[in-house]
């Protein structure tokens, strides 16, 4: 039994790696009993800020076999996005580097299915579900319990020798599989992230992060006015932010992305102030067409510009 399960175990691996994603790692589907207090006490911090989905499916984000019946494994996934070319107009105003593709919920999902069938197909009867940021899954919780790397002070994973700009993906399965452990954290006494976070989202100590402050939270998850106290803070920060990623010494070790999906628009890394601040519905459009920053509509993303301009 125990050859089948490494087996299996070896050859999902191969074929995730095949279809893309950069690491894997596997764990036990349990109950999530630690992380459940943590969560609570960070939703009764109201740490969520409008984001009231964060507070629903308590009982399934917590426990994945809430999510699919009978499961025995949550496989992890990252996947790699990471662009060194990076905007050329200094003065532009800024978008994270996971939106300068394609939207990666499609890209992601269509590979996780694959890897799905491809398990069904060697394996047999295998029953489970895809997650990319859909559902009510702790996506960090697994990815560190799987080993694919540590939570950093910043909140995020990062893998020891690709650092953190990554997607995070799971499968959950009913398939026993051979499970991986956690690695030990390395952040040591670093706290760049804490001290470059313009609007001190990240606690002192790290590791806790006031999603309400968060400039990714204010210029997507937030639909209402920015709150004023945020005026000059938002280091031209328009959709989303990477500041915490950009200051972090693991990052030193990121390697370009090599999916086509997730290359941007010809238009968008040559945009100037001007062509932002002026853009247009048609040209929000074409440019962002099926990238991430549609989430925000037009109406949004110019809200996001506007405040920029008016309280630089």
């Known amino acids: 039994m125990k050859s089948k399960i490494d087996k299996y175990t070896v050859q999902l691996k191969e074929e995730a790696l095949r279809l893309g994603f950069s690491f894997v790692g596997i764990s036990k589907a349990e109950e999530l009993t ?11 911090q109201n740490y969520h ?22 499961a ?9 996005y990471h662009n060194d070319e990076g905007q050329k107009e200094p003065d532009a105003p800024r ?13 992601l999902k269509s590979k996780l299915k694959t890897l ?30 799987s080993g694919l790397g540590w939570m950093g002070k910043n909140t995020l994973i990062i893998h020891p020798k690709q650092g953190s700009y990554f997607f995070l993906a799971e499968l959950i399965i009913d398939l026993e599989l051979a499970y991986d452990g956690p690695i030990r954290d390395h952040c040591g006494t670093c706290t760049r992230c804490i001290d470059a976070c313009p609007t001190e989202a990240i606690s002192p100590q790290g590791y806790v992060m006031d999603g309400s402050k968060c400039i990714s939270y ?5 639909k209402e006015a920015i709150p004023e106290e945020f005026g000059g803070k938002m280091a031209n920060w328009a959709f989303g932010c990477d500041i915490c990623q950009e200051v972090c010494p693991w990052n030193r070790f990121a390697k370009r992305h090599q999916e ?12 100037k102030e001007k062509d932002w601040v002026e853009m247009t519905e048609e040209v929000f459009r074409e440019v962002f067409r099926k990238s991430a920053v549609k989430r925000t509509k037009y109406s949004g993303l110019m809200r996001n510009i506007k405040f920029l301009e008016t309280k630089a």
Request: contains cysteine; hydrophobic residues 35%.
């Open 49 to 70: 800020g409008r984001m009231g989905y964060m507070a629903n499916y308590f009982d399934k984000r917590i426990d994945p076999t809430k999510l699919v019946d009978g």
């Open 116 to 145: 799905l069938q491809y398990i069904q197909d060697e394996i047999g009867e295998v029953s489970g579900r895809c997650f990319v940021d859909s559902a009510p899954v702790m996506e960090r919780e697994w990815a560190k319990r």
């Open 95 to 107: 978008i994270a580097q996971y939106a300068y593709g394609k939207d990666y919920h499609f890209t």
């Open 218 to 222: 204010l210029t997507i998850e937030l």
């Open 260 to 271: 086509p999906d997730f290359e941007p628009h010809p238009n968008l890394l040559g945009m």
């Open 34 to 44: 630690e992380e459940a207090k943590q969560l609570e006490r960070w939703l009764n």
């Open 72 to 80: 025995k494994s949550v496989v992890s996934l990252l996947f790699n």
